[in-house]
């Protein structure tokens, strides 16, 4: 099965950041929805962010100012620049295309 393939995931301190950054193949990748989801435990999957058309982006208000999408729609790729983690930020992140295909995540943990 076809999927996305997120990385960059780790163990940070609070105040710290993280790159993610997420490999569509080609024949998935939507250039009208891409975005990062993220799932915590005990908690239903909830969307971060989300870019549109490689320009239009939507950002979680717990996540604005502080997160930022972008896209490489040549080369099939979207990131999420993570500043000033917090422990609440703890979570597998999730990148889909379109919200019909997904990765299997990628966690990211927030602790000192």
């Known amino acids: 099965q076809v999927q996305l393939v997120e990385s960059g995931g780790d163990l940070v301190q609070p105040g710290g950041s993280l790159r993610l950054s997420c490999l569509s193949p080609?024949?998935?990748?939507?250039?009208?929805?891409m975005g990062w989801y993220r799932q915590a435990p005990g908690k239903q999957r909830e969307v971060v962010a989300t870019i549109i058309k490689g320009t239009i982006t939507t950002y979680a208000n717990s996540v604005k100012g502080r997160f930022t999408i972008s896209s490489d729609n040549a080369n099939f790729m979207v990131y999420l620049q993570m500043n000033n983690l917090q422990p609440e930020d703890t979570a597998v992140y999730y990148c889909?295309?379109?919200?019909?295909?997904w990765g299997q995540g990628t966690q990211v943990t927030v602790s000192s």
């Open positions: 889909t295309s379109g919200g019909r295909h």
């Open positions: 080609k024949s998935i990748f939507n250039i009208n929805f």
